[in-house]
């Protein structure tokens, strides 16, 4: 990643393939080994961008078609880059992403009928250089997701504006989601999240460090030993 010493770690997948916890669990296993890590999400993460959130999951911009969302989706990301992950990789620090610019692709892009012209003009825009350096994609068929997130959703809150979406839009997104992999393979790793939350904590923790073997990028505590 061009100007910047940190590593950029984004997690994709469709509902309920349990990003939030491998985030958590990595989070808690960089900073034990003396990482300074950011974890942060989308869309959201900045003052700016969490105000769009609101308006982008309440449903509020539906009205306005797909189109006006894939803006917003790229405005809110935008400003969480410039305000919050440039300057975080820049002082060196581990990004950890709930959800980037392939969520656009996915939901804006493929089941929102976008042209990917358009969406990656949009994307090129609000990541202006940014791009993770590595994604971690949780893959799980949606009927498994979606029972999952729906059991969360029901003992939380209402299922989000997209969350709502049928079956098959789900399976549709998953399979752009590995489409995205294929294409992409030194960024994109496929995780496959229906195995023990331990087991894919351990392959997710395998990836990174040998991610950040390959950036030269030492946790404070082994400096400090050599
Ligand atoms: P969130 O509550 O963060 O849920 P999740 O656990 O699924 O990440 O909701 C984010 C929702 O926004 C999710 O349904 C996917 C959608 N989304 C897009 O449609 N485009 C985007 O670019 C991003 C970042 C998210």
Redesign the pocket.
């Given at each position: 990643m061009a100007d910047a010493n940190g590593l950029f770690v984004s997690f994709e997948g469709g509902?309920g393939a349990g990003?939030?916890t491998q985030i958590r669990r990595l989070a808690e296993r960089l900073r034990e080994r003396g990482h300074d890590v950011l974890v942060t999400?989308?869309?959201g993460g900045s003052p700016g961008a969490e105000a769009a959130r609101h308006v982008?999951?309440s449903g509020a911009a539906e009205t306005f078609g797909t189109r006006m969302e894939a803006i917003l989706?790229a405005a809110a990301r935008n400003d969480h880059v410039e305000e919050v992950i440039r300057p975080a990789l820049a002082r060196g620090t581990i990004v950890l992403c709930?959800?980037?610019m392939d969520?656009?692709r996915v939901?804006?892009g493929v089941t929102g009928n976008l042209e990917s012209d358009y969406i990656e003009a949009l994307q090129r825009i609000a990541v202006n250089g940014v791009v993770p350096d590595c994604t971690l994609i949780l893959d799980i068929p949606a009927e498994v997701g979606l029972g999952r997130a729906r059991r969360r959703a029901s003992a939380v809150a209402a299922p989000?504006r997209?969350?709502k979406e049928e079956m098959q839009t789900h399976e549709k997104r998953r399979e752009a989601f590995l489409d995205i992999a294929v294409r992409e393979p030194d960024r994109c790793h496929v995780i496959d999240a229906q195995r023990p939350e331990d087991d894919i904590a351990a392959e997710i923790a395998g990836i990174v460090d040998q991610r950040l073997r390959a950036a030269n990028i030492a946790s404070a505590r082994s400096e400090a030993a050599q």
């Open positions: 509902e990003k939030s999400r989308e869309p982008l999951l989706f709930d959800r980037f969520s656009s939901y804006q989000d997209f969350e």
